[in-house]
């Protein structure tokens, strides 16, 4: 079945920038997504990408797509306190998502 | 607002209790899910529905129904709570151009 591994805890200093890595097996996935969850709170969609792309940027968000090796990174810029939260990566072929066990990213001050 | 609202945000049952949790959606959209998200676990599918009158059992479906008579709205019933039902209950709705989930903000249910 179709199977989406990330590490579990990332921990960085505000300022540096963050990567958070994700492997998938569908090779078929259409859309490959980033999601955040703070504290609380449920999953919020925080970009995605479409499976014929390479790379997406979004301000301080770069989506890097290797669909050779079946990897998704999301590096985060300028690392800040409010971006500690836990990152879940998830792909689709057809619907349901199948979602990563969730990163937790811890900004230190 | 436009969402996904999710009735009640907390709840205590004691073993052998039952009780529905609901999702409602006001998007319009055709699919809703539940899912459950236990530490160390991720997300893990219990049902979906990918229309009004249909459900489909997900990866951890046992010990829960669910029912889809309105297509803005996704029950979720416990028909007897055990402990090992003790989670946070995430429902989504699936949407716009790249598919992605909207999701409620979660029940925290717990079984005593």
């Known amino acids: 079945g179709e199977d989406v591994e990330q590490s579990l805890f990332l921990s960085v200093r505000e300022g540096d920038s963050s990567v958070i890595n994700c492997t998938y097996t569908?090779?078929?996935?259409?859309?490959l997504y980033w999601y955040k969850q703070e504290p609380g709170a449920g999953l919020q969609l925080l970009t995605y990408i479409f499976s014929n792309m390479d790379m997406k940027q979004d301000q301080r968000l770069t989506v890097l797509l290797n669909k050779k090796d079946k990897h998704l990174s999301l590096r985060i810029a300028d690392t800040q306190t409010g971006d500690s939260a836990i990152y879940f990566c998830?792909?689709?072929?057809?619907?349901?998502?199948?979602f990563g066990k969730g990163t937790r990213l811890s900004v230190i001050a | 607002n436009a969402g996904v609202t999710q009735t009640p945000k907390f709840r205590v049952l004691k073993t052998g209790q039952s009780m529905t949790l609901l999702c409602a959606q006001d998007?319009?959209?055709?699919?809703m899910y539940w899912y459950r998200q236990d530490p160390g676990m991720g997300l893990r599918l219990i049902h979906y529905s990918v229309g009004e009158g249909t459900t489909a059992k997900g990866e951890v479906p046992d010990g829960y129904n669910v029912s889809r008579l309105k297509k803005q709205n996704f029950l979720l019933g416990l028909e007897s709570a055990a402990p090992s039902q003790t989670s946070v209950y995430f429902c989504?709705?699936?949407?716009?151009?790249?598919?992605?989930?909207?999701f409620g903000s979660g029940t925290r249910l717990t079984v005593v």
């Open positions: 569908d090779s078929s996935s259409t859309y």
């Open positions: 998007m319009n959209h055709e699919y």
């Open positions: 998830a792909e689709s072929e057809n619907t349901p998502l199948v």
């Open positions: 989504a709705s699936i949407g716009g151009e790249n598919y992605g989930y909207t």
